[in-house]
């Protein structure tokens, strides 16, 4: 039986483009990996290793028009976005670049020996080793900063571990591009091609996560497929650390003294944030606790204008469209809750943006747990609240999350408290602003309390390297057999403590 043909489909119309590849054999995976795995060591190389993620960002930004081209006949997230997807996506291999020159990754420690201590202390040298291959998952609505060439495959490399990435079947023919640019990329600074190796197929995913050749892996998707590679890679022989990032809410609380400052303001900022790329980013604010009364009322109709006005969006897949229209008409059925933008589809291709809205009263009695679960594309939940109590008892129903942000007035009575309640629940919390957008930036963290994350790692800024590392002490070792990185003297200056 011959494998099956992987195709990429147009999601503006449904209908095929090309057929990009086959879908992966476990034959494919093993052989993908054994690839990998032997090419590791050419790796080692710091330099080497920069130089390589430097050249694959200058090949990807030459070739912009394609990619990006690419990239929108099978996303539809169009040009502009994608534009800027691409820039985030080669300054973040760049700024990778710069921390395998820097080498505090590596965490060097030294303790010299001390024969007084109590116990004597021998000669003790600690630093980070690269666990060995990597598998990346890319994700479906982020084709260049979170798929083949994204912040899981950059930082990987530069901690010196070979990538096998699964692609998305979203955009196969992006990903196979961006592939071909990465392998030129290791090809001009001398690695074998193979330190990037792409599959393509839902079996050739479960096989990877499997093989015992992989040490970690690396994903971004939905809670029920990353749960089930979580429990796959936990199950094995040889569990290895699965770092997924699953779903996330990114709750918004509003205080009575941010609604009577700017109401208006944070409704159509609200409005942009949750309609931004159609409502598929990861940090979508699906959720928002808005007071009840006149202020919260003004909210409210400035929220209801700014999404009334936003046209009708094509999401990722047909899939994903039946998930979102599926998904608003179940929870707009719930009792109590009504849409003052109604969403739902708009045509057999595109939906309509749209904000339900129910009394908190409800979700702090513990029921409609519904409203407390993602709903992925461009819908957000305004829950009204008659006081803080109601807060903080439907804050204390809700999962873990990436963000959590605040709106306060200044000198806000209620802030410390309201922050001391959002903190325990995500791994960015805001304090202003709109959670869409997360800045590539040393301390930057993109990660939170499960199912937002099955780690607490972060999959964005420089720490994103720590995911592939493991710590390894050398006691009492003679000089010349230490790596050059911890000999006496730092012949490489690296920081170390």
């Not at 809670?223 to 936990?234: E, K, M, P, S, Y």
Request: include cysteine; charged fraction near 20%; charge should be negative.
């Amino acid at each position: 039986m011959s494998a099956a043909a992987v195709w990429s489909v147009d999601p503006r119309t449904g209908k095929r483009r090309e057929q990009v590849a086959t879908e992966a054999t476990a034959a494919d995976v093993d052989r993908a990996v054994r690839a990998a795995h032997a090419a590791r060591a050419s790796l080692a190389d710091r330099a080497v290793r920069a130089a390589f993620l430097r050249t694959a960002a200058d090949l990807l930004d030459a070739a912009a028009d394609e990619v990006v081209a690419t990239a929108d006949a099978e996303t539809a997230l169009g040009a502009p976005r994608l534009t800027g997807e691409l820039a985030r996506t080669t300054a973040q291999l760049r700024a990778f670049a710069g921390v395998v020159d820097a080498g505090a990754f590596l965490d060097v420690r030294v303790d010299l020996p001390d024969p007084s201590a109590v116990p004597p202390r021998p000669d003790l040298r600690r630093w980070k080793i690269p666990l060995g291959v990597v598998a990346v998952y890319a994700a479906s609505n982020f084709p260049l900063a979170f798929s083949v060439p994204g912040g899981d495959t950059a930082s990987a490399l530069a901690a010196g571990c070979p990538v096998v990435v699964k692609a998305h079947p979203d955009h196969p023919a992006t990903s196979a591009l961006a592939a071909g640019l990465l392998r030129r990329a290791a090809a001009g600074t001398g690695l074998p091609e193979d330190v990037v190796v792409l599959l393509h197929g839902f079996d050739a995913g479960v096989e990877l996560v499997r093989h015992p050749l992989v040490a970690a892996a690396g994903f971004t998707g939905s809670v029920r497929g990353g749960r089930a590679l979580f429990d796959a890679a936990a199950a094995r022989p040889v569990p290895i650390p699965f770092h997924g990032e699953l779903g996330s809410l990114n709750p918004v609380v509003v205080t009575p003294g941010a609604a009577a400052e700017r109401a208006e303001e944070l409704g159509a900022g609200l409005a942009g944030s949750m309609t931004l790329g159609a409502g598929q980013f990861c940090t979508k604010p699906g959720f928002v606790l808005v007071p009840a009364g006149a202020d919260g009322d003004r909210f409210l109709d400035a929220v209801t204008k700014g999404v009334g006005e936003t046209a009708p969006a094509v999401l990722l897949d047909h899939r994903m469209r039946a998930a979102f229209v599926d998904g608003v008409t179940e929870r707009a059925a719930l009792d109590g809750v009504e849409a003052p933008v109604a969403p739902g589809a708009a045509d057999e291709h595109t939906v309509t943006p749209g904000v339900l809205t129910v009394d908190a009263a409800r979700l702090a009695d513990g029921g409609h747990a519904l409203l407390l679960e993602e709903c992925f594309g461009p819908v957000t939940v305004v829950a009204r609240y008659a006081d803080e109590a109601e807060i903080t008892a439907v804050l204390g129903r809700l999962p873990g999350n990436l963000t959590a942000t605040l709106h306060c007035a200044d000198e806000d009575p209620a802030a410390p408290g309201l922050l001391a309640a959002l903190t325990p629940l995500a791994g960015r919390i805001l304090v202003g602003g709109w959670p869409t957008g997360v800045a590539v930036a040393p301390a930057q963290h993109h990660g939170g309390p499960y199912p937002a994350t099955t780690s607490t790692s972060t999959s964005v800024g420089a720490t994103a390297v720590e995911r592939w590392l493991r710590p390894v002490t050398y006691q009492s070792t003679p000089q010349h057999l230490l790596p050059p990185e911890l000999r006496d003297g730092n012949p490489l200056g690296v920081p170390r403590h």
